[in-house]
């Protein structure tokens, strides 16, 4: 990125090339400091800087006198990178463009063209071609072109206990350990196949792809939908109705528009949408479509449709002018736009009608997310549900996608699984259903987990390394040989605080790694010992001793686990998989942990 700005600067900058690629010209500076709610003098030290760093040029007494400069830099596309391979040289390196909001305009940059499938995890394809920095240095986690004594690859960086390690991006592939290596860069972005985007898109919406910047469509929510996987979605829809009327509340340039043309019995095609310029290309992409330049959320249309179907946009937002009492249903905390468009959907359908989305599968499970769930129940039923492998199936944009098909019709129960008041979304209900059958969780025994109270940016003056103080625990003093406060870790081991937590209790690490290989990491706090837990541990406490009392007569009496065997399932592999499956997620949230984990009774 731009590694001589500031963020302030950045942000300034991409605004004004944003709105210059958008309306073919620049803001003024009023507009400028309309939007980020400075003073026009601040805005023009701004932008006074950003012409000294050669970003803008300024032709002073004109009003939009601001033009971005060069927004491309060349760099030379060398060869090509196979894993286990030398890589392979062109003869005549060829020069490509690359964003400067990919690279910056200095430093040593090259292109590799990829060939085969050992980062498709990562979303980088074969065929795909990758921007690498030159450096012979790397950092734990960094993807890097690696020379090794079998040749040249792209794989990530891991170094652990001295030891060096190339990770794949695929789980059909072996983790390499090489006898030799040497660093040759760093990967910093991808560019796709233009052919590929043409093979899914028309004409029109490739040249907006092209054209326009991905800040901007990252900011309003924009994800075009492969024609691959809108087919696959439509496929999942009756086509017995003769002449349906189907909205796309989102439309975007009418790609999903023109899918349903060719997939439904002669359509009556409606497209909404609030971007002035994504409508127009959606005029000449469906010319025969209903297509209105409007804020779907603030619509009041009394039409009811067969179908509704789309990508409606992913973002987080505040909703303003009577939109979070309209959508109140489904908020619960930090609202998310495509929330609404659910909700919005389902209310525009005819009974017996079909909501058929891509949305991101975060919607599945979590307590930001219940209240949607709960609308959905109560107004539908799930009639298809399915997560697709790869989370690099939008252009220059990493998004989990979920196809997603609601029937407007009494509930059935489908795709739907429920543990201890906890209701949530899946593919395979039956078989989380087994998974938990002659199993217990923490919650049925009476545990409580709760997030480690100290937060430790928060509260810096309390830090210290004084051990008459009382102890911070830390993830990383939680090891797979129990618990270990030798300070190696250059962190505050001890915190001076009276109001601390007495054991025993077990403290979890939140962050798991990777959903494929994650791994929970557990230890003992021993019986009366003073501690506080830093915010990125649970901990997990047993039950008080009237509990127990409780908990010791009738049928819970066999159900009574001591600590260390509740450490040991904790960190299984194979217990933490199911909890995975069911978030979806990297971090274990303390509701999730105590009521969603599996523990075997004996």
């Not at 990493?398 to 795709?415: A, E, F, P, R, W």
């Amino acid at each position: 990125m731009f590694s001589n700005l500031t963020p302030k600067q950045k942000r300034i900058l991409d605004f004004i090339t944003s709105f210059y690629k958008k309306e073919g010209y620049s803001p003024s500076l009023a507009e400028i400091a309309k939007r980020f709610k400075k003073s026009v003098p601040t805005i023009h030290q701004f932008i006074t800087t950003l012409k000294e760093k050669g970003f803008l040029d300024k032709e002073e007494k004109i009003w939009r006198g601001i033009t971005p400069q060069n927004t491309n830099r060349e760099i030379f596309l060398l060869g090509y990178i196979a894993a286990g391979q030398p890589i392979e040289p062109i003869e005549n390196p060829e020069p490509i463009q690359i964003p400067l909001s990919m690279i910056p305009q200095t430093g040593n940059y090259y292109a590799l063209k990829v060939q085969g499938d050992s980062m498709i995890d990562d979303g980088i394809m074969d065929g795909d071609t990758v921007v690498i920095k030159q450096q012979n240095m790397a950092n734990n986690g960094e993807t890097v072109i690696a020379i090794t004594e079998k040749g040249a690859t792209l794989k990530v960086f891991k170094k652990k206990n001295g030891q060096i390690f190339l990770e794949p991006r695929n789980k059909n592939l072996k983790i390499i350990q090489p006898r030799e290596i040497e660093i040759r860069g760093k990967f910093t972005g991808l560019i796709r196949n233009s052919q590929e985007l043409k093979a899914e898109f028309h004409d029109l919406t490739v040249k907006y792809l092209q054209e326009t910047d991905i800040e901007h469509r990252k900011a309003t929510g924009q994800y075009f939908t492969p024609r691959t996987i809108r087919e696959e979605l439509l496929r999942q829809l009756p086509q017995s109705i003769k002449n349906p009327k189907v909205l796309d509340p989102a439309c975007g340039t009418g790609e999903f528009l023109l899918s349903a043309r060719q997939y439904f019995n002669h359509p009556q095609l409606y497209g909404w949408e609030i971007e002035k310029k994504l409508i127009e290309i959606a005029r000449q992409v469906v010319s025969e479509a209903h297509l209105k330049n409007t804020d779907s959320l603030y619509e009041s249309s009394k039409e009811k449709f067969d179908f509704v179907i789309g990508n409606p946009p992913y973002f987080e937002f505040k909703p303003k002018n009577g939109l979070k009492e309209k959508f109140q249903p489904v908020v619960n905390g930090r609202p998310n736009i495509f929330s609404f468009f659910i909700k919005l959907g389902l209310d525009l359908l005819k009974s017996g009608g079909y909501l058929a989305y891509v949305v991101p599968p975060s919607m599945n499970n979590g307590l930001y997310f219940a209240e949607l769930r709960k609308y959905i129940i109560q107004h539908g039923n799930i009639e298809y549900l399915s997560i697709l492998n790869s989370s690099k199936l939008f252009h220059k944009a990493l998004q989990s996608t979920m196809l997603l098909v609601i029937k407007k019709v009494k509930n059935k129960g489908d795709y739907i699984f429920k543990k201890n008041g906890i209701t949530i979304f899946t593919e395979k209900p039956e078989w989380l259903k087994k998974s938990f059958e002659n199993k217990i969780t923490l919650h049925d025994l009476g545990y409580t987990v709760k997030t480690g109270r100290l937060v430790w940016n928060q509260n810096k003056d309390l830090l210290t390394n004084e051990q008459n103080n009382i102890p911070l625990i830390w993830a990383h003093n939680i090891t797979e040989n129990g618990l270990n406060l030798t300070n190696n870790n250059k962190k505050y081991q001890y915190v001076k605080i009276d109001n601390c937590d007495f054991g025993p209790a077990i403290v979890v690490n939140r962050i798991t790694g990777t959903v494929k290989k994650g791994q929970l990491k557990a230890a003992i706090i021993p019986e009366r010992m003073k501690f506080i837990a830093e915010n990125h541990v649970n901990v997990v406490f047993p039950p008080s001793q009237n509990q127990q009392l409780s908990l010791s007569s009738g049928a819970q009496k066999n159900k009574r686990i001591n600590l260390q065997k509740i450490v040991n399932q904790l960190t299984s592999k194979d217990k933490l998989s199911v909890l995975q499956y069911i978030t979806g997620n990297t971090q274990v949230s303390k509701t999730e942990l105590e009521k969603l984990f599996p523990l075997d009774i004996n």
